[in-house]
């Protein structure tokens, strides 16, 4: 009876550590990794270029490190199948770009779905995921009756 009692606890206890380690993954080389963002695939080869001037302006703190918790936050919020981050060591700070495309805006009835897409890099200057920003707005002319819904913020899953 005691024996039965631990199989279940450690079985328990495998399954718990299975479900924290989801959504991360090991890196691999930029030019290998990529993202699906809905119904748009991100190519590391079609950032290459600006990750390069991204990194300049964080070597020269042009661009500010964000709080660690936003990205864990977002990487808890994703299924826990799918990968959604690249991570193989604690990074000592992340930071965000957005990228000038793709930009979609999406009409549906009255309203439009405005996406962007930002980088996450890391501190070892590394793509580390990909977000997608939404803000849903009405199409109304006389916008101030009208308040944006705010924006919602999601990883992209990891293709390659």
């Not at 691999?28 to 600006?50: A, D, N, V, W």
């Amino acid at each position: 009876m005691r024996f039965s009692s631990i199989a279940i606890i450690f079985q328990s206890a495998s399954i718990f550590v299975t479900t924290l380690a989801g959504g991360k993954i090991a890196h691999i080389p930029e030019s290998r990794k990529s993202f699906q963002c809905e119904r748009r695939l991100i190519l590391g080869s079609s950032y290459e270029r600006t990750l390069f001037e991204v990194l300049g302006q964080i070597r020269f703190k042009e661009i500010l490190p964000i709080d660690k918790s936003i990205i864990y936050n977002l990487v808890d919020q994703a299924d826990d199948s799918t990968n959604v981050f690249y991570e193989d060591e604690t990074p000592d700070a992340f930071f965000f770009h957005k990228l000038e495309k793709p930009v979609d805006a999406i009409k549906d009835g009255v309203y439009v779905y405005d996406t962007n897409h930002i980088l996450v890099i890391d501190n070892h200057g590394r793509t580390c995921g990909i977000v997608m920003r939404t803000v849903v707005r009405h199409r109304s002319i006389n916008r101030s009756d009208v308040p944006d819904s705010g924006a919602s913020f999601m990883l992209c899953t990891i293709t390659s």
